[in-house]
């Protein structure tokens, strides 16, 4: 089975600080590999898709970037409204084929 | 505006069943695969089943397989989790998912609120 790891699980930085979270994949999962934003007490939300692809109406402060077996979220200016628990999720063929990584909770110093 | 709306959380005994529905709104719905996902309070995401449009491909989570059953309906827009022999780790809210395309590989581009499902004696 495919593991998904993120480092790190936690996270406090500044207003305005550059944030990166990394995804590890056990195996290669090209670039399928999306990322979740989910703020206290709300659903969780799409924010990149295909490893580096914005969806819609997303801030371009977050980014992402990676393929096979290693990924990264960034946000290039962490703004008080982005603290929030951050997840990957892989969506390739090999089983199991819906994983989400463990989570990367952020919130400002 | 994409609309899904959970139903059917409930606090439930051991060994007894449930069922859960989500009403999809704002899309075709036959055009889109459909997921359930779950997180204990508190706890992260686990994907639990999915059904691509046409109901040709299903798959389940080890955790739930054989004891849970998605089925879907295009007519009514709806999605539905037959859940039987529910255990305490069952405990969760239930997030109805939209996938991004008709069949079942994809990521998830809208969830639902959610509703809870409470496992205890």
């Known amino acids: 089975d495919i593991q998904m790891t993120q480092s790190p699980s936690s996270l406090s930085a500044s207003v305005g600080d550059r944030v990166t979270i990394t995804c590890r994949a056990s195996?290669?999962?090209?670039?399928?590999l999306a990322w979740y934003q989910q703020k206290p007490g709300k659903v969780p939300k799409l924010l990149i898709y295909?490893?580096?692809t914005l969806q819609s109406g997303v801030p371009s402060r977050f980014s992402g970037s990676g393929s096979g077996t290693d990924f990264t979220l960034t946000i290039s200016s962490l703004q008080p409204e982005d603290v929030a628990t951050y997840y990957c999720?892989?969506?390739?063929?090999?089983?199991?084929?819906?994983?989400f990584g463990p989570g990367t909770k952020v919130d400002i110093k | 505006e994409v609309q899904l709306v959970e139903s059917g959380g409930d606090l439930v005994q051991p060994g007894r069943s449930l069922r859960l529905s989500c009403a999809a709104a704002?899309?075709?719905?036959?055009?889109?695969?459909m997921h359930w996902v779950r997180q204990v309070p508190g706890k992260g995401l686990e994907w639990v089943s999915g059904?691509?449009?046409?109901?040709?491909?299903?798959d389940y989570a080890d955790s739930v397989r054989g004891r849970f059953t998605i089925s879907r309906d295009n007519a009514k827009s709806s999605l539905y989790l037959q859940m039987n022999s529910l255990r305490p780790e069952d405990t969760a809210f239930y997030y109805c998912?939209?996938?991004?395309?008709?069949?079942?590989?994809?990521?998830?581009?809208?969830w639902g609120q959610g509703t809870l499902v409470t496992v205890s004696s």
């Open positions: 998912t939209r996938g991004s395309g008709s069949r079942f590989l994809g990521y998830f581009d809208y």
């Open positions: 059904i691509d449009w046409n109901s040709n491909s299903i």
């Open positions: 999720q892989k969506y390739n063929s090999v089983p199991p084929i819906f994983t």
């Open positions: 704002g899309f075709r719905f036959d055009d889109h695969a």
């Open positions: 295909a490893a580096s």
């Open positions: 195996q290669a999962i090209s670039n399928y």
